[in-house]
């Protein structure tokens, strides 16, 4: 079933974000780091078995250390947004889920709930397989990090924990147990206020409560290797930031480091590096098409005179016919770029303009 999943990383306070002002620039990790090489050369998963609650909290202070609290704050005095990521090299590059920093106009993240704040910046991120890195400021080194385990050794039943920053209370992450109740699962998710889908494959299904704000952090097993993300919660009916999902869902680490090792390498399909570039508009899918529904003050779209209402049905020689369209239209592009925008206005009258792409917040 492919229903009623909801995200795990947006506690918002304020309205929801929209693409406008610079945010991340291209970040180059720190000199001498490296990711995690890849957990499949292990071949002697760890133990499966459960701990018991003594257990729990001593794996629990294993990895607590490798383990951030992300606030972000969102562009357009949108709000803010908390979540977790986990720490992969000592010299501060943190895993977490794109949706966690999307929308970021900046970004703080906190070691263990407990000790030092930083600010960090976005290295890149896939919004198609919502990873993202980001990069601790400060010249931080020799900091904690985590212990990579191998998620193509997972099998049903085995004993996880789930770690993270549990409705953004912050202080000592939250941990939860529970077992491992399917592979390879496939979910379409959307964040807390409804916002736009994405189907996510190859899951790691659970069933340790998690709770908003748990996104990005780390599904370990019984000797707490990380083996997953955590990413997702089924919802039973309306969102509430109070209220926990035991049908939770993580990306295989396996998966997610293969995609930060891309970002780090600064390509790959559906990864974005740096500045994203961005017109400065809301949009909406409706009857009519890829829909106006805000247009962001001083913006290229401003510029041009694009009004809420209007539908863009071109950009750069494309057709576009759904926001999809035009995000895809915008993703090999880079601020600064030059492209022509074509739209409809309320009467049906069609206009162009050629505008100046503007650098803008993760997707």
Not at 125 to 137: E, H, R
């Amino acid at each position: 079933m492919v229903a009623a999943f909801i995200f795990l990383g947006s506690i918002t306070a304020g309205a929801a974000a929209g693409v406008v002002v610079v945010a991340s620039t291209r970040v180059t990790p720190a000199a001498g780091t490296s990711l995690p090489q890849s957990s499949n050369a292990i071949t002697t998963p760890a133990p499966s078995t459960s701990a018991g609650a003594g257990g729990t909290a001593a794996v629990a202070a294993k990895v607590d250390p490798a383990v951030v609290d992300v606030t972000t704050t969102l562009a357009g005095q949108a709000g803010t947004a908390k979540g977790t990521g986990i720490v992969v090299t000592s010299n501060g590059e943190v895993l977490t889920n794109n949706h966690v920093i999307s929308g970021a106009a900046s970004i703080t993240v906190q070691i263990d709930g407990t000790g030092r704040s930083y600010s960090a910046t976005v290295v890149g991120y896939d919004a198609t397989d919502d990873i993202a890195v980001l990069q601790i400021q400060g010249g931080v080194s020799g900091l904690k990090t985590a212990s990579i385990g191998d998620s193509s050794a997972l099998s049903v039943g085995q004993s996880v924990l789930a770690i993270g920053n549990a409705l953004g209370a912050g202080g000592t992450p939250a941990v939860t147990s529970g077992q491992i109740t399917a592979l390879q699962q496939t979910i379409t998710a959307s964040d807390a206020v409804g916002g736009s889908a994405e189907t996510l494959t190859g899951l790691i299904q659970m069933n340790a409560l998690i709770q908003p704000g748990d996104s990005g952090g780390p599904l370990v097993d019984a000797s707490g290797n990380v083996i997953g993300i955590d990413t997702a919660g089924q919802s039973n009916g309306r969102f509430q930031t109070d209220a926990g999902s035991t049908t939770g869902y993580a990306i295989p680490i396996n998966a997610a480091l293969t995609i930060a090792r891309q970002i780090e390498s600064g390509g790959g399909a559906n990864i974005t590096v740096g500045a994203r570039a961005v017109l400065g508009v809301q949009m909406r899918d409706t009857s009519s098409g890829a829909t106006v529904v805000g247009v962001e003050s001083a913006s290229p779209a401003e510029a041009a005179g694009l009004q809420a209402g209007d539908v863009i049905v071109g950009i750069g020689g494309s057709q576009i016919t759904s926001t999809a369209g035009l995000q895809a239209a915008l993703s090999g592009r880079h601020a600064g770029d030059s492209v022509q925008v074509v739209w409809l206005d309320s009467a049906g009258r069609q206009h162009t303009a050629t505008v100046q792409l503007e650098s803008g917040p993760p997707a």
